[in-house]
């Protein structure tokens, strides 16, 4: 019967090189991305930052984020998208036809029930990359986000919506 290797064993030449293969592959994804431009210099250099990024942040992840659900992370990445989609074109209206006197601003403080961080930072950089929100703050406790709406009228229901949207969903794919 062959045993398993122990938690000090040396890591393997693949380990070694790509850490996080999840971390090297979004980063290279992002990367052609930014660029807006497919080549294969602009490739391998995503490739190489991917590589490095995740080789130099490796010892700040002792750990893989734990996930419950790669399938509901999925469904969560493309309601997202399309959330900013839909937020772009709903901030857009806002400037071209509101007087800035006439929009709702505030503040809201969003209490959370996520515990983990990873799910917290996901949440957070959600609400972030929304057009019209911004995650401001979070709380020494970890128990509340502050927020900052562009156009909210009714602040309870900006912070039910972020709930049931978002945190709900999180709750489903991070233990």
């Given at each position: 019967?062959?045993?398993?290797?122990?938690?000090?064993?040396?890591r393997s030449r693949f380990a070694r090189w790509l850490p996080h293969p999840l971390l090297t592959l979004a980063l290279v994804l992002l990367w052609m991305l930014l660029l807006n431009d497919f080549s294969v210099g602009g490739l391998l250099l995503g490739l190489v930052l991917g590589i490095v990024i995740a080789r130099l942040t490796?010892?700040?992840?002792?750990?893989?984020?734990?996930?419950?659900?790669?399938?509901?992370?999925?469904?969560?990445?493309?309601?997202?998208?399309?959330?900013?989609?839909?937020?772009?074109?709903?901030?857009?209206?806002?400037?071209?036809f509101r007087r800035t006197t006439q929009l709702d601003v505030r503040w809201v403080v969003l209490p959370l029930e996520l515990r983990s961080p990873e799910a917290i930072t996901v949440l957070a950089g959600t609400i972030t990359m929304t057009p019209?929100?911004?995650?401001?703050?979070?709380?020494?406790?970890?128990?509340?986000?502050?927020?900052?709406c562009l156009d909210a009228p009714d602040a309870e229901d900006a912070v039910r919506q972020m709930k049931d949207r978002y945190e709900a969903r999180l709750k489903e794919i991070f233990p």
């Open positions: 019967m062959a045993s398993r290797p122990s938690r000090s064993a040396p490796s010892q700040f992840w002792p750990e893989r984020p734990p996930i419950r659900s790669y399938r509901k992370a999925l469904v969560y990445l493309g309601l997202v998208i399309w959330d900013v989609v839909v937020a772009n074109l709903h901030v857009s209206r806002l400037i071209l019209g929100t911004v995650s401001c703050d979070l709380s020494a406790d970890g128990r509340s986000l502050l927020v900052h």
